[in-house]
C-alpha cells in the first residue's frame, strides 16, 4: 500500500517536472526569438551605421584627391572657386561624422550611465526661442518657413540648456528633412503650469499610424533602403528620447501620413538648488552647433 502511494507520489512528481521542463523550454525558445530580433536589429544598425560612416568619408577622401590632382598640375590658382565649394564639402561631412560619432557615443554613455546632465535653472523660452532664431536662415535656404510661438514670455526651469538643444534641432533636422518646399515649421512652448510643453510640429510627409510607435527605437528607421531621399542612421529620436527622460521629461509624436508630424516634449517645471556649474568639455561655438545638428540634411 505504502509503496503504490510512493510510486503514485513518484509518477506525480515526474509529471510536474515534466511540466516545468516544458515550461522552461517555451521560455528558452522564446528568449531566443528575441536574441534573434536583437540580433536583426543590431545587424541592420551596423549596415545604417557603416553606410552613414562611409558617405562622409568618401566625399572628403574624393575631395582630398582632387586637391592633390590640382597640386601636381599646377593648376590650384585657375580652380580656386571650386577649391572653395570643396572645403565647404569638407567642412560639412566633417559636421556629418561629428553628428554621428557623437551621438554614438552619447548612446553609450546614457546605457552605461555615464551621461553627464548640466542642470541650471534657465528661463526655457528664452533657450527655446534662441535656437529657433539660429536657424531661421539655414531653413529659409531650404524654402521652409520656421514660426516660433509661445504663451509666456519667462518660465524659469532646471534644465541643461545645451541638451535641451541637441532635442529641439534634432526635432527641427527631422521636421526639415521630411517636409518639402513651401512647407512650415512650428515651434511653440506652452506653460501648463506643472511642466512646459514644447512641440515641433510640420506639415511634411508624415508618419504611418504602424510605424510611430517604434521611431523611438534605436536603430529604427520607417525607410530602411539605402536608396532614400534622406540620410540618418536611426540614432536621433533614441537619443532624444533618452535625454528628455534625464530631464524627467516625456516625449511622444503624432502624425497623420502625407500631412504632417508633430512632437511634445513635456518637460516638468522643478528648480535646482545647487546649479551644476560644469563644462561638459564641448568647446563647439553656438554656431558650430547648428551646423553639426543639421549636418545631414543635403544642400
Ligand atoms: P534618422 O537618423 O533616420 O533621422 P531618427 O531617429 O531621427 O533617425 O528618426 C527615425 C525615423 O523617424 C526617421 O528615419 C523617419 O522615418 C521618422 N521621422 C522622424 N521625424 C520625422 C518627421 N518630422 N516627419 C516624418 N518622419 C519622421
Known sequence: MIANKELAFQRNEKADR???LIIANKELIIANKELIIANKAQGEFLVNISHELKTPLNVI???AQLFSMYCNSGSLDENKDSIIKYINSIKQNSYRLSKLINNIVDTSKI???FFEMNLSNKNIVEVIEK???SVVDFTQSKGLNIIFDTDKEEKIIACDPENIERIILNLISNAI????EGNEIFVDVKDKNEFVEISVKDNGIGIEEKNLDMIFDRFKQVDKSLSRKTEGAGVGL???KSIVELHGGTIYAESEFGKGSKFTVKIP?????NQNISYSGNV???NENVKVELSDIYS
Do not use: H, P, Q
Open 18 to 20: 515534466a511540466a516545468e
Open 61 to 63: 577622401f574624393a575631395t
Open 111 to 113: 546605457e552605461a550611465g
Open 131 to 133: 535656437i529657433v532664431m
Open 177 to 180: 528633412k521630411f517636409s518639402n
Open 238 to 240: 533614441s537619443l532624444v
Open 269 to 273: 517645471s522643478g528648480k535646482v538648488l
Open 284 to 286: 563647439r561655438s553656438e
